[in-house]
């Protein structure tokens, strides 16, 4: 349903050219020229849908998320709030998909991107993992597997090379931010920020 001609903080701007056949999105999302948001899907405050994206029935997005242009979001898929998904980011659902199967709901591997991840221009990322918290994928990425949190991955298939900050700098060799500086240290193969040193 189309709602305002004009963007405004308490209300969702659906551009004219753009297509919102969802009741649940929530104020000041903006979406631009050419997106489609079915309904029965979710999208929460403060978002930003870019030209040509589209959100299917059953997919979630949270709050404060950067859709940018042509990013594709189907049934199953949760991203969280602060996300930043970049130009041309594909999601899968299904691992054997037909013409000819029609499958939906609990026969769809679900995927979840966590908050504050960021996934570089044109990442695919194959149905049925979990993108950690504040994850960065680098661009043309494919991931396969479950990515940590705060990890830094790239390739195909993504492979681990590193760490970044919740800033989303990489982390030196002493799992130090440059920019912040915030400082961390690896537990359990999870990175955890040291505080009050």
Same mark, same amino acid.
């Given at each position: 349903?189309?709602?305002?001609?004009?963007? /405004?903080?308490?209300?969702? #701007?659906?551009?004219?050219? =753009?297509?919102? @056949?969802?009741?649940?999105?929530?104020?000041?999302?903006?979406?631009?020229?050419?997106?489609?948001?079915?309904?029965?899907?979710?999208?929460?405050?403060?978002?930003?849908?870019?030209?040509?994206? #589209?959100?299917? =029935?059953?997919?979630?997005?949270?709050?404060?998320? $950067?859709?940018?242009?042509?990013?594709?979001?189907?049934?199953?898929? /949760?991203?969280?709030?602060?996300?930043?998904?970049?130009?041309?980011?594909?999601? $899968?659902?299904?691992?054997?998909?037909?013409?000819?199967?029609?499958? =939906?709901?609990? =026969?769809?591997?679900? /995927? $979840?991107?966590?908050?504050?991840?960021?996934?570089?221009?044109? /990442?695919?990322?194959?149905?049925?993992?979990?993108?950690?918290?504040?994850?960065?994928?680098?661009?043309g990425a494919v991931v396969t597997r479950d990515v940590a949190s #705060?990890?830094?991955?790239?390739?195909?298939?993504a492979r681990q090379i590193g760490w970044v900050c919740v800033c989303?700098?990489?982390?030196?060799?002493?799992?130090?931010? @440059?920019?912040?500086?915030?400082? #961390?240290?690896?537990?359990?193969?999870?990175?955890?920020?040291?505080?009050?040193?």
């Open positions: 349903m189309q709602r305002l001609a004009t963007p /405004t903080t308490d209300e969702v #701007y659906v551009h004219p050219a =753009a297509l919102c @056949e969802s009741a649940d999105v929530g104020a000041g999302t903006r979406v631009w020229a050419f997106a489609h948001v079915l309904r029965g899907a979710v999208v929460g405050r403060d978002c930003n849908v870019c030209d040509g994206s #589209y959100i299917e =029935a059953g997919a979630i997005v949270g709050n404060r998320v $950067t859709v940018k242009n042509h990013v594709l979001i189907f049934e199953g898929i /949760t991203v969280e709030d602060d996300v930043f998904l970049g130009p041309g980011v594909v999601f $899968t659902n299904d691992l054997r998909p037909r013409a000819h199967t029609k499958r =939906a709901g609990d =026969a769809l591997l679900r /995927t $979840t991107v966590r908050r504050g991840a960021t996934l570089g221009a044109g /990442t695919v990322v194959v149905c049925g993992v979990t993108v950690g918290a504040h994850a960065f994928i680098g661009a #705060y990890a830094f991955v790239v390739g195909n298939p989303g700098t990489r982390l030196d060799d002493r799992l130090t931010c @440059e920019q912040c500086p915030k400082r #961390y240290r690896v537990c359990d193969g999870e990175l955890i920020e040291m505080v009050g040193l």
